[in-house]
């Protein structure tokens, strides 16, 4: 495939950017896990990069460490190089660590993998509970548009675990351990979910109490189809969208234009371009993309068109005439472009949580806010909460010399948040900085 159609595999966008390979899962480390600290706290430790990993804290705050050579176990603050004065000692069993030299000893999570079928397709799941054998509420973790192992690389299957909430992952389609062929099929991949659903049943037994979906990104389109396929207790979306695709790109490009404070003319040329790069993911054919760069030739060493993003535009804007036809041949992934999800999320029953960052690039929030918003005040059971300075994901960000954002953290309340609404607890006044609308 192109350069231009690789990304970074911490973007998680939620449409059609997502690298046509997985990443590469890193060689494991018996110290993948959940685990207590002396002072009380928890801290998990994920895969990451190769010979890396990644903790991360209840409060939000992360950090990754080498495994060996002079560096191994300091910490560098969130997704940057810069050291944050953390200090990761694993030991030789596996079970215990030191964080900052408080003494860490694994947490015995309840694991149980499993192999399912959905459609034909074999899929593979992991049920994780807390200790004990009281009922808990189980949340079943859906997809972005990644093609990365979510069994290799979720963190929450164990942060949830850590506040008491049981979670059920598995490798969509196409990905990880799971047979089958990548999709973006929104409806295949609801039927996935309400079988990882069924399946989180079954193994959990009498521990499962309340049950429901997380769908982060695109899985904020799949969510609510599933919703209205299974028996839930609740629906969580995180960083997804009420709007299309194609309307998650054109804002998408609203938003990084404004942002970069172009005027109003060079706006409205950079949105004919946009319109024209949607007409050819609609119809990938020659005439398409000859009606596509007579729009976009004329302009194309304009300063404004650098700024020109999108979800999938930019991925576009540099394509040639003889690569349409077999870069359109190489992505279909059956990508619903013109689905409006407004009708689905009204149709759901069950209390909905939509979790938005308000500076995101990738779905941009304003518009999915105010679609909400119009529903909760029709009486849907549909509350929201918005992060200040949050971007794709629920990450808090800091901007460097050269534009690029890079992530630091997620927001102080965020883990909390899920958990409660997870459990059917009355949502607390305030969730950090988070500004809250409730039904």
């Not at 944050?84 to 030299?101: K, S, Y």
């Amino acid at each position: 495939m192109s350069s231009f159609l690789r990304i970074a595999a911490a973007c998680g966008c939620s449409l059609v950017v997502a690298s046509a390979t997985a990443a590469a899962a890193p060689e494991p480390s018996c110290h993948v896990g959940l685990y207590a600290l002396a002072d009380g706290s928890t801290l998990d430790l994920a895969a990451s990069a190769e010979g890396q990993m990644r903790w991360r804290r209840p409060d939000g705050t992360s950090g990754a460490f080498d495994l060996a050579g002079a560096q191994a176990g300091a910490s560098r603050l969130g997704w940057t190089k810069r050291p944050d004065g953390h200090v990761v000692r694993l030991t030789g069993d596996c079970d215990t660590l030191a964080f900052d030299g408080a003494a860490g000893k694994r947490v015995p999570l309840v694991v149980r993998d499993v192999r399912f079928h959905s459609d034909g397709v074999e899929l593979a799941g992991r049920l994780v509970l807390p200790p004990g054998t009281a009922r808990v509420p189980v949340v079943v973790l859906l997809h972005g548009s990644e093609h990365d192992s979510a069994l290799d690389f979720e963190s929450l299957q164990r942060r949830l675990p850590s506040q008491g909430v049981g979670a059920f992952v598995y490798d969509k389609r196409g990905t990880g351990a799971s047979g089958g062929q990548y999709t973006q099929d929104f409806d295949q991949l609801a039927r996935d979910a309400v079988a990882a659903l069924a399946q989180a049943r079954q193994l959990g037994g009498e521990r499962v109490g309340r049950i429901g979906f997380e769908g982060p990104s695109q899985g904020g389109w799949v969510a609510p189809i599933a919703a209205l396929q299974a028996d839930v207790d609740f629906v969580t979306v995180v960083f997804g969208l009420a709007v299309s695709v194609i309307e998650e790109d054109r804002e998408a490009v609203a938003k990084n234009m404004a942002d970069h404070h172009h005027s109003a003319a060079d706006t409205a040329k950079a949105m004919a371009v946009v319109d024209a790069a949607d007409a050819l993911a609609l119809q990938p054919t020659l005439e398409a993309y000859d009606r596509f760069a007579a729009v976009r030739d004329p302009w194309r060493d304009e300063p404004w068109v650098k700024d020109v993003h999108g979800d999938f535009t930019w991925m576009i804007l540099p394509v040639k005439r003889e690569e349409v036809l077999p870069l359109a041949r190489q992505i279909d992934w059956h990508t619903p472009w013109l689905y409006d999800p407004l009708e689905t999320i009204s149709r759901v029953k069950p209390p909905q949580l939509w979790v938005l960052g308000e500076d995101d690039l990738d779905a941009p929030s304003a518009e999915t806010a105010r679609r909400l918003a119009q529903l909760r005040l029709a009486g849907h059971p549909i509350a929201t909460a918005m992060w200040p300075h949050a971007e794709h994901g629920i990450y808090e960000y800091e901007t460097g010399a050269d534009g690029e954002r890079v992530s630091l953290r997620q927001p102080e309340g965020y883990l909390a948040l899920l958990v409660d609404f997870a459990r059917g607890a009355p949502l607390k006044p305030g969730y950090g900085t988070a500004a809250l609308a409730r039904p």
